[in-house]
């Protein structure tokens, strides 16, 4: 009896070990498919003309939306699992939230209120790199990722494929623990938005390094709660958005065209959901953004403690300081200029850019190149190394099968 437990361990040992060899192939093998990308140098903004995305918000109305948190998924493995669709729902609709979007990973959540609008979001991503994606109108859920490492050109395979996929893609929190080099942003395509305010990080430097590359880049912000029953998680990220109609398509394509504006709510301690709904309905509302000629203009409600203007590489241009209005006159050297907005208790507004274009405004969509060349070689290599790896588990087997014989 003891003999044969103990061939049966020896048995499942093995086979889990052949298992676990299988799955590192077959991620190995994944790495196939993504080619070796030639990417074009970035250019900043340049032209006569100067791109306002709010230019024609007059007749509508802004909304509050949040298109990233999580609830209970995958049976409570992932983490928000101490969030119930309800719980979370009734929350939000306290907090005055017009749209509350689930987005959960690698899960497009079923529609549960069919009274309201709904748009279907999920949370891509889950490679040890944690480089996730916020795709907002989803059709389906992609399973391409690359569990190991990635590389640019892995990130854009990724970007390129999520892109037909849904109505608008954002790379998610990319400050948090820096899951996409800030280099990169420079480069990638095929994305509509950055997810610049994150309970996790504020990831402004990454916006404006994008921004400053010619890429145009809009805002999103979101709480991406986990728990729920973490006040400082909930409540203090949204996005407001400018439409004249509430539709999934009116929505996606508000983000995709910059019609939004990003608000960053600061956290007291302790401060209860029905403290925080009191407070955020004193928050100051937009009133016009406009540009005349070569000024930008901005207006809201009540007075802001600062107006900043923040330009190429992320300088600050101007600060203008106790109003409700403020201006700044776009210079020649000027690429884009976009608007933060502070109040005295520290909440702060984050404004789409405005930024010059010649005869047709930049786009991040873009069909780039692939090297054949390096992507031939790569693709080799990677298959040297399958092999190899083969051969050295085959030569271990063996030699174990041979001392196990002598043993005998």
Not at 90 to 95: A, D, E, G, Q, V
Not at 204 to 233: F, R
Not at 388 to 407: C, E
Request: hydrophobic share 40%; net charge positive; glycine share 4%.
């Amino acid at each position: 009896m003891i003999l044969f437990l103990k061939k049966l361990f020896s048995f499942l040992l093995k086979a889990i070990g052949y298992l676990f060899f299988v799955i590192i192939l077959l991620s190995i093998a994944e790495y196939f498919i993504a080619p070796i990308y030639t990417f074009k140098a970035p250019i900043p903004f340049k032209g006569e003309k100067i791109w306002n995305p709010y230019q024609s918000c007059d007749s509508g109305k802004w909304y509050k939306c949040n298109f990233h948190l999580h609830t209970k998924s995958w049976k409570g493995v992932t983490d928000g699992k101490l969030n119930s669709i309800d719980t979370v729902h009734s929350i939000y609709k306290h907090l005055g939230y017009d749209i509350i979007g689930f987005s959960n990973y690698q899960k497009i959540t079923e529609n549960l209120f069919k009274d309201e609008i709904y748009v279907p979001a999920y949370e891509h991503g889950f490679g040890i790199e944690k480089a996730h994606h916020v795709c907002i109108g989803a059709n389906k859920v992609s399973w391409i990722d690359f569990p190991f490492f990635q590389t640019i050109h892995q990130r854009q395979y990724i970007l390129n494929q999520l892109k037909n996929e849904n109505d608008v893609v954002a790379l998610a929190h990319p400050a948090f623990q820096r899951h996409f080099p800030i280099d990169e942003v420079k480069y990638l395509k095929n994305y509509n938005c950055i997810e610049v305010l994150n309970h996790n990080r504020i990831s402004d430097k990454y916006w404006d390094t994008a921004l400053s590359a010619g890429q145009p880049a809009y805002i999103v912000a979101d709480d991406d709660a986990h728990n729920i029953n973490n006040t400082a998680e909930v409540g203090h990220y949204y996005n407001k958005i400018f439409t004249d109609t509430l539709s999934r398509e009116k929505i996606t394509t508000t983000l995709k065209n910059g019609h939004a504006y990003g608000v960053a709510i600061n956290i007291r301690a302790n401060e209860s959901y029905s403290q925080l709904a009191s407070r955020v309905k004193k928050i100051a509302e937009i009133k016009k953004i406009k540009i005349n000629e070569n000024q930008l203009s901005v207006v809201i409600s009540h007075p802001a403690k600062e107006f900043r203007f923040i330009g190429q590489n992320g300088k600050l241009l101007q600060v203008v300081e106790n109003t409700d209005s403020a201006a700044y006159t776009i210079k020649k050297e000027d690429t884009y200029v976009r608007t933060e907005i502070v109040f005295s208790d520290s909440i702060k507004f984050y404004l789409n850019p405005v930024f010059k274009y010649q005869n047709q405004l930049p786009s991040l969509k873009d069909n780039i190149k692939i090297d054949v060349v390096k992507t031939a070689l790569f693709r080799i290599l990677l298959g040297f190394l399958i092999i190899f790896l083969i051969f050295i588990v085959i030569k271990f087997n063996r030699k174990k099968n041979d001392a196990d014989g002598h043993a005998r």
